[in-house]
């Protein structure tokens, strides 16, 4: 017994046996009309019931919280749906743009030359390694492309020429492709040459107009165009504006370098002239 007495938890019984009899003698001694047992046990449970209280009230906000968050989330997703399905509608607007642009040059350059059958495409893919030189077009076989078949963009700007076809799709090389050549003249002095390029100058995105007279009247500023001279390309095509004329250093000849009138690199579609008058015609053509 004397250990019991002696331990740690008996001692606490007992401090909480007193602090419960004080709390009777207070509420009996405060509080009129109350049984000292509903006295005792309302000041005890009135801090409890606030506390519970408290608890309750504080589920509640955070039931509230998360019902709000479970509408930001609607909400936000409903926002990003929106900004898809306007992305999408977006893209439809361009898409639809260019086809337009596209087809409205088409029917110029038809109006303009009754001789030419052109098809649209649209680029689907570039050479890895230089994408000014190389594309894939979306027409093929199938649509009547054939190897040597020019490309033009716009209102007859050279591009460049068709050098493989599938069913599909076809492989065009363009102005830049150090591998293309063209026969070519300067209009003002009608002065004439051969079109071409170097792996240094067409990632410059310039080219060269070669076989000048070291005496040339060309100047800066001119405009270059297709001679029409082989039949792979009709005559009078744009190819692009003179930007220096140079000695070349190999010979006693002269050349000018050529700033394209197509960005090449920028280039998402263009027309693939399928036929034209004198079309695989080996023959020069008058340039007077």
Known sequence: MSRLVKTTWFKIIILLLVLLLVCIIVAAATIKGSSPLTTVTG??????????????????????????????????????????????????YEQTKQKLELYEDF???????QDYEVVPAVVIGKDSSNSFTTFVF????????????????????????????????????????????????????????????????????????SGLERTTSIANGGIVCTTGVGGVYPRDLIIGTVKEVKNDDKDISSYAVIEPSVEVGELYDALILTSFDGQGSSSAINQE
């Open 107 to 113: 029917l110029e350059i038809k109006e303009n030359h």
């Open 138 to 209: 979306n027409k093929g076989s199938v649509d009547g492309v054939s190897v040597n078949d020019p490309v033009i963009y716009g209102k007859g700007i050279l591009v460049g020429v068709v050098t493989k076809v599938s069913p599909t799709y076809c492989v065009v090389s363009t102005i830049l492709d150090p591998n293309i050549s063209v026969s070519a003249y300067e209009v003002r002095t009608r002065e004439t040459g051969f079109l071409s390029t170097t792996t240094a100058m067409s990632s410059e995105s310039l080219c060269r107009l």
């Open 43 to 92: 000041t005890i449970a009135e801090p409890l019931s606030r506390v519970s209280s408290s608890i309750g009230r504080g589920f509640t906000k955070v039931s509230h919280f998360f019902t709000s968050s479970e509408k930001y989330e609607a909400e936000i997703k409903d926002l990003k749906d929106q900004i898809v399905e306007y992305q999408a509608e977006l893209a439809e």
